[in-house]
């Protein structure tokens, strides 16, 4: 899976905002940063995820190269493929944990929006809230969609074990492996597009709401 990308942190002092609107901004800039915070946890699996499905990769390949007649030599690197898969699938749990944990974090910050005033903000806050929540609820498909094609790797590392299989069987389940893996490039690639609009939505709100900003990291 590419490398998703991550919430932008973001230092900010509030400069403008009256006082009636001080306690809310400053509580709702306060939980937002905790949950990009919450969020290191998520984003510190996507390397090791890519390295993991770049090694797999490497071992298909290797498999290839050596043609089916070496039976020994493809299940062993058959079980080595397999055994990195589920180190994958672990990294999955914990970067979905790690998504959940901020998803909560994200729960506790939207009545903070209802305290807010005026058209103008109000106008900021609503599709940020729209875009984050269109955005986990994109992650829920996307962690799905890479389940399916776990399995789908899991049942070719499974045919690369028999004793006797064709190019013609391997040929089928990488067809249907490619199908899935596209289904969720796509999907990746619009959680990633939620992801920036957030990031661009939540500097706006900010703006608005009179906090001058500094972008720590992205």
Request: hydrophobic letters at 35%; proline letters at 2%; aromatic letters at 8%.
């Given at each position: 899976m590419s490398i998703q990308k991550g919430l932008t942190l973001v230092v900010a002092c509030l400069l403008l905002?009256?006082?009636?609107?001080?306690?809310?901004?400053?509580?709702?800039?306060?939980?937002?940063?905790?949950?990009?915070?919450a969020e290191r946890a998520f984003?510190?699996?996507?390397?090791?995820?890519?390295?993991?499905?770049k090694k797999e990769k490497a071992l298909y390949e290797t498999i290839l190269s050596l043609g089916l007649h070496d039976t020994a030599k493809r299940q062993e690197l058959a079980i080595k493929a397999e055994e990195s898969?589920?180190?994958?699938?672990?990294?999955?749990?914990?970067?979905r944990s790690g998504l959940y944990e901020a998803k909560k974090t994200?729960?506790?910050?939207?009545?903070?929006?209802?305290e807010i005033e005026g058209d103008s903000l109000k106008g900021c806050a609503a599709p940020l809230t729209?875009?984050?929540?269109a955005r986990y609820g994109v992650y829920e498909q996307l962690y799905t969609q890479y389940e399916r094609a776990l399995q789908k790797d899991r049942e070719?590392?499974?045919?690369?074990?028999?004793?006797?299989i064709s190019f013609r069987q391997i040929q089928k389940?990488?067809?249907?492996i490619n199908r899935e893996y596209e289904q969720v490039l796509q999907l990746n690639r619009l959680f990633n597009?939620?992801?920036?609009?957030?990031?661009?939505?939540?500097?706006?709100?900010?703006?608005?709401?009179?906090?001058?900003?500094?972008r720590e990291r992205l």
């Open positions: 905002a009256c006082c009636s609107q001080r306690e809310a901004v400053t509580s709702i800039y306060e939980g937002l940063e905790r949950v990009a915070s984003e510190t699996e996507q390397e090791p995820l890519a390295l993991l499905e898969l589920e180190e994958r699938e672990q990294h999955l749990t914990r970067e994200f729960a506790k910050v939207l009545p903070l929006f209802e729209r875009t984050m929540q070719l590392y499974d045919l690369l074990q028999s004793d006797a389940q990488i067809e249907e597009n939620y992801t920036e609009q957030y990031n661009v939505k939540k500097e706006k709100f900010y703006k608005s709401a009179g906090l001058h900003i500094k």
